[in-house]
């Protein structure tokens, strides 16, 4: 049966995580045909501190279980990546002085998701220990990264073990207009249909 997680308590969305994740279908990726083992898990974006709050109670969990969590904020990767680049200061600096376009044009060049974030979330994979990967952050680093750009240039990294994307918005999929991300519920963040909702599979 499938879940409805706007009728689920956080501590129901907790258990059918929870079910899920550490269950030896999913970790083996059973059932997916030939698609990509990335599963979005969306959430009312008002919910967004509870969330936060379940997801360290999910890792903490799960690794009790045995099961190995590599956490991927795209927030804290971005800044480490402007760090790494010693560009952070220099944006600092800027931010005060240039449009939001300028910036978010700026942030876009150099947080670009092929050239720079794919490349950096797949050495943090390859130098991690993990059966499972959580990617969260999406909504603080909208608009100058788009969670579909993410999911695309990871296809061909991350898809060794299952990929959970923790996403403040709506999944939705229709004959119409196939499968749309909509941050925030709002925001078309375009189209993504390799991704299954997680609250559409079963423990």
């Known amino acids: 049966m499938n879940a409805d997680t706007r009728k689920m308590s956080i501590q129901e969305t907790f258990q059918h995580l929870f079910n899920v994740i550490s269950g030896t279908r999913f970790l083996n990726k059973q059932g997916l045909g030939n698609e990509v083992p990335f599963f979005i898990c969306p959430y009312e974006p008002e919910k967004a501190v509870e969330m936060e709050r379940l997801q360290r109670q999910l890792v903490n969990r799960l690794e009790q279980s045995g099961v190995r969590v590599l956490e991927i904020n795209l927030y804290d990767l971005s800044i480490e990546i402007l760090k790494g680049r010693e560009i952070w200061e220099q944006i600092l600096e800027l931010e005060g002085s240039v449009t939001k376009d300028e910036l978010k044009e700026l942030l876009q060049g150099v947080l670009d998701p092929e050239a720079h974030l ?5 050495n943090k994979l390859a130098t991690h220990e ?12 909208f608009p100058y ?3 579909h750009n993410v999911l695309n240039n990871l296809q061909s990294t991350a898809k060794e073990k299952p990929t959970v994307m923790f996403f403040p918005g709506a999944y939705t999929h229709s004959l119409e207009s196939g499968a749309s991300l909509d941050l925030f519920g709002k925001l078309h963040d375009d189209k993504y249909y ?6 559409h599979c079963e423990a």
């Open 118 to 122: 794919a490349p950096a979330i797949a």
């Open 145 to 147: 990264i788009r969670s």
């Open 130 to 141: 993990f059966d499972v990967l959580f990617l969260c952050g999406v909504g603080e680093v």
């Open 194 to 199: 390799r991704a299954f909702n997680i609250f």
